[in-house]
T-cell receptor, first 112, second 113 residues
Framework: GDSVTQMEGPVTLSEEAFLTINCTYT??????LFWYVQYPGEGLQLLLK?????DKGSNKGFEATYRKETTSFHLEKGSVQVSDSAVYFC???????????FGKGTHLIIQP | EADIYQTPRYLVIGTGKKITLECSQT?????MYWYQQDPGMELHLIHY???????EKGDLSSESTVSRIRTEHFPLTLESARPSHTSQYLC????????????FGPGTRLTVL
């Protein structure tokens, strides 16, 4: 079945550092890929998405590129802020109407 | 996006109680989902619906049940709560576009003593 693997956390960085959170997937066909962010005590917010190979999703300074040859969708940001501290989830959607498959989440901590 | 409402936001109850978690949406989306998020943060699909009178079980076996009598509402019920049901429950809607993306409500944090 489908699966998503993302780097374990917590990841601790200083403000203005470069961020990479790795995500790889296993799926049949051509899934859509997503990054979600969860702030403490809240639900998940869709951060960015990509639907086909070489698509780049971007939002709020975050970027991720759909790499079919390496089955990856790594999340990057050039300069992180304290307000980026949260849990980040990589996810995929296969065909059909059933749910998303999530990675285990990466807790990001940004120190001033 | 869609406005998705979940009530209550927090619930602490004793073992054996019957509970219903409410989820509602305002935009008439057919696809709705329930996920269970364990204390270790992992998310697991427990129920989903394609529309009125449609309900399916998800990947993770759950003792909860759901109903979809109206498009706007997708409540989840536990007949007899146990400590093992302590978790965060997240409701989501799915869009009908090519992305198959989902948007989430704020969640209900359930604690069973």
């Amino acid at each position: 079945g489908d699966s998503v693997t993302q780097m374990e956390g917590p990841v601790t960085l200083s403000e203005e550092a470069f961020l990479t959170i790795n995500c790889t997937y296993t799926a049949t066909g051509y899934p859509s890929l997503f990054w979600y962010v969860q702030y403490p005590g809240e639900g998940l917010q869709l951060l960015l998405k990509a639907t086909k190979a070489d698509d780049k999703g971007s939002n709020k300074g975050f970027e991720a590129t759909y790499r079919k040859e390496t089955t990856s969708f790594h999340l990057e940001k050039g300069s992180v802020q304290v307000s980026d501290s949260a849990v980040y989830f990589c996810a995929l959607a296969g065909g059909g109407a059933d749910g998303l498959t999530f990675g285990k989440g990466t807790h990001l901590i940004i120190q001033p | 996006e869609a406005d998705i409402y979940q009530t209550p936001r927090y619930l602490v109850i004793g073992t054996g109680k019957k509970i219903t978690l409410e989820c509602s949406q305002t935009m008439g989306h057919d696809k709705m989902y329930w996920y269970q998020q364990d204390p270790g943060m992992e998310l697991h699909l427990i129920h989903y619906s394609y529309g009125v009178n449609s309900t399916e079980k998800g990947d993770l076996s759950s003792e909860s049940t759901v109903s979809r009598i109206r498009t706007e509402h997708f409540p989840l019920t536990l007949e007899s709560a146990r400590p093992s049901h302590t978790s965060q429950y997240l409701c989501a809607i799915g869009t009908s576009g090519r992305y198959n993306e989902q948007f989430f409500g704020p969640g209900t944090r359930l604690t069973v003593l």
